[in-house]
């Protein structure tokens, strides 16, 4: 049981550049996140989904597109990369609750550290 | 507009002595309420957690308290040990229009051997 699995670990992208950072989870979990973590910001959603083919908005989704085609993964794609965006970014996937709330723990990657110059 | 704070960046402690986090939101749909511990180069892990319908939860050193009225949660962890040291997070998560977990800032604790 492998859990959360990020790739890569580390990139440095170029302004204007684009990427997807991958996300794959075996845990057969409905919902799924990203988070980006900045110093003193603590960690924002960026998008999430709550099942193949379902996908919405979270707090800073502006410059990311996601999709979500299976249950395993949620892709994060970097459209046109930014300085701004350089950060750490976590997948995150979770069940949902009684319900259907998310209300249970969330099982985390080891994150993507992504330098955009 | 924030609407989970940690309004404390650090908090360093000494070994076998308390340690209380504190966590403030403001947005009165929250009833979920989870704390994260966080180590450096990793991913954060779950810690504990607590319902809107109770007002403290314990697990082993750990205990989160929640104070609806006056919209805070703490959380206590008796004794510290060095091992304690890392970010932790507070989050909270409700009917507030969408499935969407919002974190704070976070608080590192420094336990001191």
């Known amino acids: 049981n492998a859990g959360v699995t990020q790739t890569p670990k580390f990139q440095v992208l170029k302004t204007g550049q684009s990427m997807t950072l991958q996300c794959a989870q075996d845990?057969?979990?409905?919902?799924m996140s990203w988070y980006r973590q900045d110093p003193g910001m603590g960690l924002r959603l960026i998008h999430y989904?709550?099942?193949?083919?379902?996908?919405d908005q979270g707090e800073v989704p502006n410059g990311y597109n996601v999709s979500r085609s299976t249950t395993e993964d949620f892709p994060l794609r970097l459209l046109s990369a930014a300085p701004s965006q350089t950060s750490v970014y976590f997948c995150?996937?979770?069940?949902?609750?009684?319900?259907?709330?998310?209300?249970?723990?969330?099982?985390f990657g080891q994150g993507t550290r992504l330098t955009v110059v | 507009d924030q609407q989970v704070k940690q309004n404390s960046p650090s908090l360093s402690v000494q070994e076998g002595r308390i340690s209380i986090l504190n966590c403030d939101y403001t947005n009165s749909m929250f009833d979920y309420f989870l704390w994260y511990k966080k180590y450096p180069a990793e991913g954060p892990t779950f810690l504990i957690s607590i319902s809107s319908i109770k007002d403290k939860n314990e697990d082993g050193r750990f205990t989160v308290f929640l104070n609806k009225s006056a919209k805070h949660l703490s959380l206590h962890i008796v004794p510290s040990q060095p091992g304690d040291s890392a970010v932790y997070f507070c989050?909270?998560?409700?009917?507030?229009?969408?499935?969407?977990?919002?974190f704070g800032a976070g608080t590192r604790l420094f336990v001191k051997a």
């Open positions: 989050a909270a998560s409700g009917d507030t229009g969408g499935f969407k977990t919002i």
């Open positions: 995150a996937s979770s069940y949902l609750g009684r319900g259907q709330r998310v209300n249970t723990e969330a099982f």
């Open positions: 989904s709550v099942g193949a083919g379902i996908t």
């Open positions: 845990m057969n979990h409905e919902y």
